[in-house]
Every structure is written in structure tokens, then in C-alpha cells.
């Protein structure tokens, strides 16, 4: 079989932008002739089906015989967007898919396997996600959360100013303001995406001391 990747990329050397849905809560459809009225639904594998404006999320629970891990623990998502497209790959999107249908408190993991066991053959993602009262023994071990560059930059600002203000030795003084020079000159830094409105709670908003602002025009 032939692969020209050369062709390809030259084809593709003005690609369109995909237009990407803002989100919508995630609804679950039942495994029925209502819904799958050209399937057997009978022959699903998946043990539930869940789909808002822009995601198609297929649910394989630990007791699945079609999940491929035995004796197993892991809840999988396997889900791709409306369009089928690569651009299904938002971390924050995989974020709320996780919180909407296995819960806010739940760990999932993202695999990137050897080589010698990649799986690529469609635009087609997984999340497995752990039970209720498992932790991982990596990552970060608390919360902090900044909605947009203008806070990340304040936040910057603020940390450095203590950090100045606690440092107790020449050699850490300097340390700082050889820091705060570096990311003052550095234009990429502090840059963060703007957290959309669905993405942080109301309670969480309120724990945080966060508040959105609307133009008249929104």
C-alpha cells in the first residue's frame, strides 16, 4: 500500500480551519431501535452512548467483556468529534467529558504507548478513568487555577513580589530578580486560554474569588 505523506502535506498546505461547537452538557441515549434505528443494537459492545453539539462519547464499564483489560478497574471513554475530525484532542473538553459522566473527583490517564503496541487507526480518542478512591502516586497534589492571561500574569507578579519579600540571603534575592527579568523579557510567558464559562463551577467560582464579565454584546 502506498503512502505519499509528500502529496499529502502539499495538499493540505492552506488547510481550513475546523469550526469547533462551543460546549453543551453531554446527553445519554438509550441503546434503542428509537435511537439506533439502522443498528442491532444488540450488537453494541459499548454500555453507554453520550453526545452533545460537538462530541460522540462511547462508555465501556470494568465488567464490559469487550473492555480489553481483564480484571480490570478502569472505566473507558472512547470518543471523537461530530465531524471525525483530529481536532477532537481538547484537553479541556476531555476535562468536562470525564466530570459530566464519571464525576469532578474522578482521575482519568491518557496513554501514549511503545511504539511496538500503538493502536492509530481512525481520529479516535480514550480516557480511563479510575475508580472513585484511587489516587496516582504522580502529578500535582493541589489545586491552582488561573481563567485567563490577565490573572496568570497578576499571579506572576504576585509570587515574585513574595518571593522578593521572603527571601532572606543576598544569593536568593538575586535569584529572584534575575527571574523576574527573565520572564519580563520573555513575551510568551503567563500566556493562558481563556477558561470558558462552563468549565469552572459556581461553587468553584465562588472558592476561587472568580466572577465572569460579560460585554453588553455577549
Not at 166 to 178: D, G, L, R
Request: hydrophobic letters at 30%; one cysteine or more.
Amino acid at each position: 500500500m502506498k503512502y505519499n505523506s509528500f502529496k499529502k502535506q502539499r495538499k493540505s498546505k492552506k488547510p481550513k480551519k475546523s469550526k469547533k461547537n462551543a460546549w453543551t452538557p453531554l446527553v445519554r441515549f438509550e441503546l434503542t431501535s428509537e435511537y439506533f434505528p439502522d443498528v442491532d443494537v444488540s450488537s453494541l459492545e459499548y454500555d453507554e452512548y453520550w453526545r452533545n453539539d460537538e462530541y460522540i462519547v462511547k462508555v465501556y464499564y470494568p465488567n464490559n467483556p469487550a473492555h480489553q483489560f481483564p480484571n480490570n478497574k478502569f472505566t473507558w471513554l472512547c470518543f471523537r468529534n461530530v465531524r471525525n475530525t483530529h481536532t477532537a484532542h481538547d484537553w479541556r473538553d476531555m476535562q468536562m467529558m470525564k466530570n459530566e459522566i464519571c464525576g469532578e473527583e474522578r482521575t482519568a490517564v491518557e496513554v501514549f504507548p511503545p511504539m511496538s503496541k500503538l493502536v492509530d487507526t481512525c481520529n479516535q480518542f480514550h480516557l480511563w478513568v479510575y475508580p472513585e478512591d484511587y489516587e496516582l502516586d504522580f502529578g500535582y497534589k493541589h489545586q491552582h487555577i488561573v481563567p485567563n492571561t490577565e490573572i496568570a500574569q497578576e499571579d506572576t507578579r504576585n509570587f515574585l513580589a513574595k518571593s522578593l519579600e521572603e527571601a532572606k540571603t543576598p544569593e536568593e534575592k538575586n535569584f529572584v530578580i534575575a527571574l523576574t527579568e527573565r520572564i519580563a523579557n520573555d513575551p510568551t510567558h503567563g500566556k493562558q486560554r481563556a477558561m470558558p464559562e462552563h468549565f469552572l463551577s459556581p461553587e468553584l467560582m465562588d472558592k476561587l474569588g472568580y466572577r465572569y464579565e460579560r460585554s453588553d454584546n455577549k
